[in-house]
């Protein structure tokens, strides 16, 4: 193995860690002052960017989970007043989910605080570092999605 491979193994091994820690640390945060999980908070992230709510596959995609995965998240979000699922309009076999007022406002004061614990994490990185990561970050990010893209 090459240097460069040996660094850029090392670098996906910290990138990951670090997203890991990351994710813990705002999904012990949510459960402990909003009763929730980081999932729940990506689904009703995806919804309140939808008004006019998303099909279950949408959401699906969008938050990178199985369809299993987001029927039994919208169920337990359903149960709770915090979405509504209705049978498309458009095509009987597929439904849209949308946020009740209750979500709506469950969702904003979440977010809230997701970003203030978002933005006390970063603050161990100066503006411009943080800027140049989120720059390099997304050149990786376009080569993964690339259909030249390797692998």
Do not use: C
């Not at 009763?35 to 995806?46: H, I, N, V």
């Not at 406002?105 to 989120?134: N, V």
């Amino acid at each position: 193995m090459s240097k460069a491979d040996q660094e850029a193994l090392r670098l996906w091994l910290r990138l990951f860690t670090t997203t890991t820690l990351v994710e813990r640390k705002l999904d012990s945060a949510l459960k402990r002052e909003f009763d929730s999980t980081l999932p729940r908070f990506d689904l009703l992230a995806q919804l309140e960017r939808a008004p006019d709510g998303l099909r279950m596959g949408e959401l699906s995609e969008r938050i990178l989970t199985t369809g299993g995965n987001v029927t039994w998240l919208v169920r337990a979000l359903e149960a709770e007043k915090l979405v509504t699922r209705r049978v498309s309009p458009t095509d009987k076999r597929a439904a849209i989910v949308r946020l009740t007022a209750a979500g709506k406002r469950h969702f904003a004061a979440m977010a809230e605080a997701h970003e203030r614990w978002i933005a006390d994490i970063f603050s161990a990185l100066p503006p411009s570092d943080r800027r140049t990561m989120q720059a390099q970050l997304g050149v990786v990010k376009d080569r993964v999605r690339s259909p030249r893209s390797s692998s």
